[in-house]
């Protein structure tokens, strides 16, 4: 087997179909269900007899069962909310026959509703590219909540051309909702590590990440939205030091 396709959801039954009709070029696609109590189980087992079901604290641990259970000798790793357009699929074939690297980077188109926001994303809020297309033994998940650290082994290969759909909010009441949920994940990654960090430090860091991404990720040329999602992702540290200090749950 060469190729699984790999996706991990929480109660995903809105968006779960939509992706996994997308995924139907892989030799297998693997569903990990951490503790689902709507309808993505049965939206699963539409497309795929191979499920994970389990109940996970932190996000790194799911990911790892997930690819633990896999089959294949690459692994394409997505989220629920994004899609595997038909011409990445063909070049992700073409690139798994041929390639001596162990992983390569996947683009990403990132849509606000109907709106496709290219520029402005990263600093935890957001990705324009990430490790998708992998050998299984060059990927690991760190021990964290949201964001959870990334080990690489092997060799970075050329990204590829085409790019992942990714549907990541409705609106800008989504936007800041996943805000809200992150920073909450990330005060409790920050208890747990027993050092919530700095006030100060973290107070500097707003204006380097709203450097990052406004100017250096070219977030202005995406008007109110790049201005947006660079002050959230400046301000991510800093809401989660607050929450890690200030909230007991």
């Given at each position: 087997?060469?190729?699984?396709?790999?996706?991990?959801?929480?109660?995903?039954?809105?968006?779960?179909?939509?992706?996994?009709?997308?995924?139907?070029?892989?030799?297998?696609?693997?569903?990990?269900?951490?503790?689902?109590?709507?309808?993505?189980?049965?939206?699963?087992?539409?497309?795929?007899?191979?499920?994970?079901?389990?109940?996970?604290?932190?996000?790194?641990?799911?990911?790892?069962?997930?690819?633990?259970?896999?089959?294949?000798?690459?692994?394409?790793?997505?989220?629920?909310?994004?899609?595997?357009?038909?011409?990445?699929?063909?070049?992700?074939?073409?690139?798994?026959?041929?390639?001596?690297?162990?992983?390569?980077?996947?683009?990403?188109?990132?849509?606000?509703?109907?709106?496709?926001?290219?520029?402005?994303?990263?600093?935890?809020?957001?990705?324009?590219?990430?490790?998708?297309?992998?050998?299984?033994?060059?990927?690991?998940?760190?021990?964290?909540?949201?964001?959870?650290?990334?080990?690489?082994?092997?060799?970075?290969?050329?990204?590829?051309t085409h790019?992942?759909?990714?549907?990541?909010?409705?609106?800008?009441?989504?936007?800041?909702?996943?805000?809200?949920?992150?920073?909450?994940?990330?005060?409790?990654?920050?208890?747990?590590?027993?050092?919530?960090?700095?006030?100060?430090?973290?107070?500097?860091?707003i204006f380097?990440?709203?450097?990052?991404?406004?100017?250096?990720?070219?977030?202005?040329?995406?008007?109110?939205?790049?201005?947006?999602?660079?002050?959230?992702?400046?301000?991510?540290?800093?809401?989660?030091?607050?929450?890690?200090?200030?909230?007991?749950?």
């Amino acid at each position: 087997m060469k190729l699984s396709a790999l996706v991990v959801v929480h109660n995903e039954e809105a968006r779960l179909q939509a992706c996994l009709e997308k995924l139907g070029f892989a030799d297998e696609i693997v569903v990990v269900l951490d503790k689902c109590t709507d309808g993505s189980k049965a939206i699963a087992q539409r497309f795929t007899d191979r499920l994970v079901e389990g109940s996970w604290e932190l996000e790194g641990p799911r990911r790892n069962a997930g690819i633990e259970f896999c089959r294949g000798a690459w692994i394409l790793e997505v989220d629920a909310d994004e899609h595997i357009p038909p011409e990445l699929a063909t070049e992700i074939h073409q690139v798994i026959e041929r390639t001596a690297f162990a992983f390569h980077i996947l683009l990403v188109d990132n849509w606000i509703g109907d709106r496709l926001v290219r520029h402005g994303w990263g600093a935890s809020f957001g990705k324009a590219a990430y490790a998708g297309l992998f050998r299984k033994d060059a990927k690991r998940w760190g021990n964290e909540r949201v964001h959870p650290k990334l080990t690489l082994i092997g060799a970075k290969g050329p990204a590829l051309t085409h790019r992942v759909q990714h549907y990541v909010d409705r609106n800008i009441s989504d936007m800041i909702r996943r805000f809200d949920a992150y920073t909450t994940a990330r005060a409790k990654d920050l208890r747990d590590s027993g050092n919530a960090g700095s006030g100060l430090n973290n107070v500097r860091r707003i204006f380097s990440r709203f450097w990052r991404c406004y100017v250096r990720a070219k977030g202005w040329r995406e008007g109110g939205h790049g201005f947006l999602i660079s002050l959230l992702a400046a301000l991510y540290p800093f809401v989660s030091y607050l929450k890690a200090k200030h909230e007991k749950e």
